[in-house]
């Protein structure tokens, strides 16, 4: 999606009803800041207001995000190439979240391999050291339980059993043994427990 060329439609549609930002913003029930931001292409409305805001443009869903006026004729196929494009965003965004959890998983672990070198070396044994292995300890689960909220964000969870798509909450997944992405988890489909593979991308 086009975030500038939705929020150029927005304004139009806007100026097209004599609205200013304040009293859009009020129908909406948010602060004219975030209608300016639509409307620079600095964000996108959340999809909460996104029902009230066309209502009160008088445009369909469909028109808000692609950023213009659709005839009826056309309609169906710029719905058809809309959910291409948003399929295709979320993928990217996905695929960008998962490179930046394995980037802070290499990294606390490299972090705190050298930590632990610094303390059995460089540190002579005594309370000092206990106190910097713990440190590096603390310091190396920070980024692993945000790492792991990262993970349960994207994708799912595939039942070996039944091939059902498991989404567990960060509990279950924080609860689960795990071996890299692969957890131990119970399907709600099936109730059998397995080792359930990590798949990010929708598998054809």
Not at 43 to 68: F, K, Q, T
Not at 112 to 123: E, G, N, Q, S, Y
Not at 149 to 174: D, M, N, R
């Amino acid at each position: 999606m086009d975030q500038i060329k939705i929020g150029r439609f927005v304004a139009s549609q806007r100026k097209e009803r004599g609205l200013t930002q304040a009293q859009l913003a009020e129908t909406l029930g948010v602060t004219d800041r975030a209608v300016s931001k639509w409307e620079n292409g600095k964000s996108l409305p959340d999809y909460s207001v996104l029902p009230s805001l066309c209502d009160a443009l008088g445009i369909s869903v469909n028109e808000l995000l692609c950023g213009e006026k659709i005839a009826m004729e056309n309609n169906d196929k710029k719905q058809e190439q809309l959910l291409l494009d948003m399929t295709k965003e979320l993928q990217q965004k996905n695929k960008t979240i998962w490179k930046n959890m394995w980037i802070i998983m290499l990294a606390s672990m490299v972090g705190l391999f050298a930590c632990l070198a610094t303390a059995a070396f460089l540190i002579p044994e005594g309370p000092w050291q206990l106190v910097v292995i713990v440190a590096s300890a603390v310091v190396f689960l920070i980024p692993c339980f945000y790492a792991l909220k990262l993970e349960v964000s994207v994708g799912y969870y595939k039942c070996k059993h039944c091939g059902h798509q498991i989404v567990p909450t960060y509990a279950q997944a924080l609860r689960a043994m795990h071996m890299g992405t692969t957890r131990y988890l119970k399907c709600p489909n099936c109730n059998k427990k397995s080792w359930c593979k990590k798949v990010v991308e929708k598998q054809d």
